[in-house]
């Protein structure tokens, strides 16, 4: 491909990065650090990267010593390894003085043999950070071929408090006071679960539309055609029962069992591999049970949707599920997905921190039902026999209080007041 014609598009595309306004997402990043962002699609990864420009920008770093290269633009579909080399040399030519520029190579999986390319770069003490598709460039890949050359950024869509950042909401809802605030605070929040938080969604009417979009596009690309798969209908089902069941644990035999029931006529290993799949490309993520065997573990997690909207799309009368979801988002966000679980041995708790020694029981409501009250209170009273200094969390859609139950202290406080305590 021509030097003039790559450097022309280099320049094109600067006003990307220049003329896009930027909600800024609250990611500790550091200096001197190479990233990659991965995560589910839509959800902003090459916006960290904007980010990552802006804060150098405004740290006084000129826009010359900037080497952003977007290998989407159909421009560089022809691109070969080899001419990664004469990319950088223009990035190098463009900073002036044999200064090493600062590199951003967006969706770099698309130009075959890249790996070696980027290893290079990083060796070289090249400030460098990349993004790539779920279909094409996932995190267990990365980490294998970049031999701990990056830090692993996962991008989730917006946390509520970027949320309302994003919509222009700045008041301090934790310490609202009018009748009118917490009605305001509640319908964003609502609207928030309902739809959920890619953040491109902020500005479009039509949601649920646009979130099908996303749906069809990892389902089918990320899902059907990177792996090769033909047996759709065995897919979709699966997806079906996992959000139908989003709240409970299911097991690869339970799967296949309903898969075979309904003439799908695969295997156990089969629906092992496409689960991975749909794990892989960030639709779902599971979380374990901290009290059972390793075998179990590993064979009976439960699965929750990457965003609560994508779990809307599957699920009639989603409220409750949609809930549940929204916590295990946010606990994986605050904790790593290593370090979250549920807990189930002679008594069902809905999410288990570990290092932080919290439970968490999360139910719609509690104050008009009873029943369900004492059974989410009870829940804590018998993992106190296994965990007795565990702090006791019980998250509804809109209820607060404090409850004493049996020597045991209850914090029931409004997913939406949680979502922004620090």
């Known amino acids: 491909m021509n030097r003039d014609y790559i450097k022309q598009v280099i320049l094109d595309q600067k006003e990307i990065y220049l003329n896009n306004s930027i909600v800024m997402r609250d990611f500790g990043l550091e200096d001197h650090v190479n990233y990659c962002f991965v995560g589910i699609r839509r959800t902003g990864k090459s916006y960290m990267m904007f980010q990552q420009i802006k804060n150098l920008i405004g740290k006084g770093i000129p826009i010359n010593e900037i080497l952003y290269v977007s290998f989407e633009d159909e421009r560089l579909l022809e691109v070969t390894a080899e001419e990664l080399n004469v990319i950088l040399e223009i990035g190098i030519e463009m900073a002036g003085d044999n200064k090493k520029p600062y590199v951003f190579l967006d969706e770099i999986q698309n130009v075959p043999g890249w790996e070696k390319f980027v290893r290079r770069l990083a060796d070289m003490k090249y400030r460098i950070n990349i993004t790539g598709s779920n279909s094409k460039m996932l995190s267990r890949e990365i980490a294998s071929t970049l031999g701990g050359r990056f830090m692993i950024i996962q991008v989730f869509p917006y946390a509520f408090s970027e949320y309302l950042h994003a919509i222009g909401k700045e008041k301090d809802y934790l310490r609202i006071l009018s009748t009118s605030d917490r009605a305001e605070i509640n319908r964003t929040y609502e609207k928030y679960v309902k739809y959920g938080a890619f953040p491109e969604l902020v500005d479009i009417r039509n949601k649920r539309e646009y979130l099908k979009g996303i749906y069809q596009t990892i389902y089918i690309g990320d899902i059907l055609t990177r792996n090769n798969i033909t047996n759709d209908f065995a897919v979709r089902l699966i997806l079906k029962k996992m959000a139908e069941t989003v709240m409970k644990p299911i097991s690869f035999n339970r799967l296949a069992n309903i898969l075979n029931s309904a003439g799908a006529g695969i295997g156990k290993q089969t629906v092992i591999n496409y689960v991975g799949y749909m794990l892989d490309a960030y639709l779902l993520f599971s979380i374990q049970n901290y009290a ?131």
């Open 292 to 422: 059972s065997k390793l075998v179990d573990k590993e064979t009976a997690p439960k699965y929750y949707f990457m965003d609560t909207g994508l779990l809307g799309l599957l699920v009639i009368d989603s409220e409750t599920a949609q809930l549940e979801n929204l916590i295990a988002i946010e606990l994986i966000r605050r904790y790593g997905i290593e370090n979250v679980f549920f807990f189930e041995k002679n008594v069902e708790i809905d999410f288990f921190v570990p290092e932080a020694k919290m439970a968490i029981q999360v139910s719609f409501s509690i104050m008009d039902d009873i029943a369900t009250k004492e059974r989410e209170l009870n829940a804590f009273e018998k993992l106190r026999n296994y965990m007795p200094d565990t702090e006791c969390l019980l998250i509804t859609n809109s209820e607060e209080t404090d409850i004493d139950y049996n020597g045991i202290h209850v914090k029931v406080v409004p997913a939406w007041k949680w979502l922004l305590e620090k």
